[in-house]
């Protein structure tokens, strides 16, 4: 016996999801989790990370379905989500697995500490110099950014790439 929410289009079962039924989130999970572990698949190497990366998406999945509005297609919200999560675990991975030998330890101080100054480009808006100077200049997360900046966590990621991107325009256009 198949369940009987199975004929339903996605936006609709996470309409019955966010009204409690639990039956239409394993429709959901049911089409959608092979895609989700695809998209991990293809950008993670390490099979422990990304079972963690899955299981976390999922969950916030869960833990966010209020916020989901069926006015948008949800496979996109799922990729937002599945982006997110993969962004966050990647920054936190970095930083866990650095590992130097004798041999790569520097025994000089580095004299590179140079940084951009953001306050000198023009094409920056203020709102994406203070979330570049956030995320880069203060190693916050989107989280800590969107409450500093008053925004919706999702804005705070537009703005930092809205940024990097035109930083990039701006450094092309300097080196030739």
């Not at 993670?44 to 963690?52: G, N, Q, S, W």
Request: proline share 2%; with cysteine.
């Amino acid at each position: 016996m198949g369940n009987p929410f199975s004929h339903l289009e996605d936006e609709k079962l996470m309409e019955l999801y966010k009204n409690g039924e639990n039956m239409a989130f394993e429709v959901i999970y049911l089409r959608h989790k092979d895609r989700v572990y695809s998209y991990l698949n293809k950008r993670l190497v390490d099979k422990d990370i990304i079972e963690d990366v899955f299981q976390s998406i999922f969950a916030k999945f869960h833990n966010s379905r209020h916020l989901y509005n069926n006015k948008h297609p949800l496979l996109k919200w799922i990729y937002t989500i599945c982006r997110s999560e993969l962004l966050d675990s990647i920054k936190k991975n970095k930083a866990k697995f650095v590992q130097l030998s004798e041999d790569q330890l520097s025994v000089e101080p580095t004299t590179f500490n140079d940084k951009i100054d953001l306050d000198s480009i023009k094409t920056l808006s203020e709102k994406e110099k203070q979330a570049l100077k956030l995320r880069y200049y203060s190693d916050e997360d989107f989280i800590e950014i969107s409450k500093t900046l008053k925004t919706s966590e999702a804005n705070s990621r537009k703005l930092v790439s809205r940024g990097i991107k035109k930083l990039k325009v701006k450094l092309r256009g300097e080196a030739t």
